[in-house]
């Protein structure tokens, strides 16, 4: 009999999808991999699939799918293509937790078909909450399926709230590393270029969310996704600069208690605490040792120099389709970044330039949601950029 915990992991080329598969490749006889979905990356898929034996697999489109198909015709895989093919893996019913770890708001449909089929999901996609929270987290209740919060930060407050009483919460604490340009002014960052803001002082993330850390847009996308996830008001979530990153985050309680989660800066950990919660399993790695640790220190976070989290609680604060033209807007302005053709400051920029523009929908549905999306997109592209 096979009483393996078995996943579906979206997102499986990525910084979190390899990490993940880490996870399961050390505890093989716990965890069992049943389906794998990557975007373009097919030598990697390819490796995966062999190693990991899933019985689908899929690419983000048709050309990609078919050549990897050739490749693959010695294995019982089944290799699907596109949306099409991310739902299909989501509503499958031969899995029993889905790591959702594709970037972007792809992640909307499958994790909301795959809690629809009445599966866990384990998110590490910070937009599926941030511009859809108000359909999931009513859906996942109903439905009484798990979210289980990879992302550090809310792995550390869901820790935290480990057998305490959620009434009881008095404010859900944030910590941010700072990003490589901590303690910056606008003026210092005009010139910075793409190889400065990927130099992250402590976590080896994706290039993606590396820049959202260094526009601390990524700390923006937590408050909005910690407001959703632990059931909170938007006043009662707090950022603080923490620049050693120990403290991954913290929660204040109505009697004045503090909860604080640390470790070293390990992803391995908050996956592992979703994919086998509640238990505690062995994990390998540096662990923290206080008596070298000469200092632990704390800052307010700059919101004058970096708009990007001044811009989230606006955003937040108006709600309905804001979150998601904020990220969106960022979403095409890191692109743009990545690909040299606009400054670092321009980013918020944008940013704000797209939240100016939005006619808000109060309570948008899913198609709503990806028509905002496109809004955004399509006014950063009628710019005249370099």
Same mark, same amino acid.
């Given at each position: 009999m096979n009483n393996k915990k078995r996943i579906a992991i979206l997102g499986s080329t990525g910084s979190i999808g390899t990490q993940t598969l !880490?996870?399961?490749?050390? *505890? %093989?006889? $716990? /965890? =069992?991999? @049943?389906? &794998? #979905? #990557?975007? %373009? *990356?097919? !030598? &990697? /898929?390819?490796? =995966?699939?062999?190693?990991?034996?899933? =019985?689908?697999?899929? /690419? *983000? !489109?048709? $050309?990609?799918? $078919? &050549? /990897? =198909?050739?490749?693959? @015709?010695? &294995?019982k895989v089944e290799v699907l293509f596109g949306m099409e093919g991310l739902l299909a893996i989501a509503r499958h019913a031969d899995y029993d937790t889905l790591v959702t770890a594709v970037v972007g708001m792809m992640g909307i449909r499958p994790t909301m078909a795959a809690i629809e089929a009445g599966k866990d999901v384990a998110l590490a996609n910070k937009e599926t909450l941030v511009t859809a929270g108000h359909l999931i987290i009513p859906l996942a209740k109903k439905m009484g399926v798990s979210i289980l919060p990879i992302d550090s930060e809310h792995s550390a407050i869901f820790q935290c709230l480990n057998g305490e009483k959620r009434g009881e919460v008095s404010k859900i604490i944030l910590t941010a590393s700072g990003g490589p340009f901590r303690g910056k002014t606008r003026t210092e960052m005009a010139n910075v270029q793409v190889e400065d803001a990927l130099k992250h002082p402590n976590w080896a993330m994706g290039r993606k969310i590396t820049i959202d850390s260094a526009t601390m847009v990524n700390k923006g996308l937590e408050v909005m996704e910690a407001k959703w996830l632990f059931d909170v008001d938007l006043d009662q979530v707090e950022v603080v600069v923490q620049p050693q990153s120990l403290i991954h985050s913290m929660v204040e309680f109505q009697d004045g208690a503090i909860m604080a989660q640390l470790g070293t800066p390990d992803m391995r950990l908050p996956i592992q605490y979703a994919l086998f919660y509640p238990t505690r399993m062995p994990l390998d790695g540096e662990r923290v040792d206080f008596k070298k640790i000469r200092q632990i220190t704390f800052e307010e976070p700059d919101l004058e120099n970096f708009r990007g989290l001044a811009l989230a609680y606006e955003a937040a604060r108006i709600g309905g389709s804001m979150p998601t033209i904020y990220n969106a807007a960022n979403e095409m302005a890191v692109s743009l970044f990545l690909n040299r053709r606009i400054g670092f400051l321009a980013i918020t920029d944008l940013i704000e330039e797209a939240m100016q523009a939005h006619q808000v929908i109060k309570n948008p549905q899913v198609d709503e949601i990806l028509a905002a999306e496109q809004e955004a997109y399509a006014l950063i592209r009628g710019k005249n950029l370099k």
């Open positions: !880490d996870i399961v490749r050390r *505890n %093989s006889d $716990k /965890l =069992q991999v @049943t389906a &794998l #979905a #990557a975007g %373009s *990356n097919i !030598d &990697l /898929l390819e490796q =995966q699939i062999r190693e990991f034996q899933p =019985q689908v697999a899929c /690419l *983000n !489109d048709e $050309k990609h799918a $078919k &050549l /990897l =198909q050739e490749r693959v @015709t010695d &294995l």
